[in-house]
């Protein structure tokens, strides 16, 4: 083990190389997606998509369509409200609002 330690470069790394393209990724999405819909960002827009793809999901569905956890949901879809992209009645009567 020590070894492979001595010999490690971050560079190399698959998950450094995982996360360099993931950046560059949304670096270019962000700069693309900037001329469609200035007000939203790509995680805000994604979250609007779930809820567009399915009217009515409860914010644990949507947590776990798109891979976020609660507490960042509830916050997009405050924002969300108040930019009038949609209004919370769309979850009266869920138990997990």
């Not at 001595?6 to 190399?12: D, H, K, P, V, Y």
């Not at 609007?48 to 997009?76: F, H, I, N, P």
């Amino acid at each position: 083990m020590k070894k492979y330690w001595q010999n490690f470069s971050l560079e190399q790394s698959l998950g450094f190389i995982l996360h360099r393209t993931l950046t560059a990724i949304r670096a270019v999405a962000r700069y693309e997606f900037q001329d469609e819909a200035s007000d939203v960002t790509i995680d805000q827009w994604i979250i609007l998509c779930a809820l567009w793809e399915k009217e009515g999901r409860s914010q644990t569905e949507l947590s776990e369509k798109t891979y976020k956890d609660r507490a960042t949901v509830t916050r997009m879809l405050d924002l969300l409200e108040k930019k009038a992209y949609f209004s919370s009645a769309i979850f009266r009567g869920q138990k997990d609002i």
